[in-house]
Nanobody, 124 residues
Framework: QVQLVQSGGGLVQTGGSLRLSCAAS????????VGWFRQAPGKDREFVAA????????SAADSVKGRFTISRDNAKNTVYLQMTSLKPDDTAVYYC?????????????????WGQGTQVTVSS
């Protein structure tokens, strides 16, 4: 049983930083990718960033490039999303997800397992 347990998030002022964590367990992740998505109230879930578990390739949405960094710690089976220069438009529930069929996809339906979600609120 794959489990993705998220931590981090919270309330921060514009320009601030937060780090989200996604701890994975339940199967080997070496051939997978882990992505971060977010969903604001009344909006569709959107891709934020993704990383292959092996090899280090990453992908990020244009809206977060230069501000958000995705990384992983293989020893801890954990993927991080470091968010800097946060804006009110970044306010959303953030989800991590694991894909075993297609890697580095930006499409939420390509992801097989999802974390519980964590709220990020950026005040102006």
């Amino acid at each position: 049983q794959v489990q993705l347990v998220q931590s981090g998030g919270g309330l921060v002022q514009t320009g601030g930083s937060l780090r989200l964590s996604c701890a994975a367990s339940g199967r080997a992740f070496s051939n997978s990718a882990v992505g971060w998505f977010r969903q604001a109230p009344g909006k569709d879930r959107e891709f934020v960033a993704a990383t292959k578990w092996s090899g280090g390739r990453t992908s990020a949405a244009d809206s977060v490039k230069g501000r958000f960094t995705i990384s992983r710690d293989n020893a801890k089976n954990t993927v991080y999303l470091q968010m800097t220069s946060l804006k009110p438009d970044d306010t959303a529930v953030y989800y991590c997800a694991a894909a075993f069929r297609i890697t580095l996809s930006r499409t939420s339906s390509d992801y097989d397992y999802w974390g519980q979600g964590t709220q990020v609120t950026v005040s102006s």
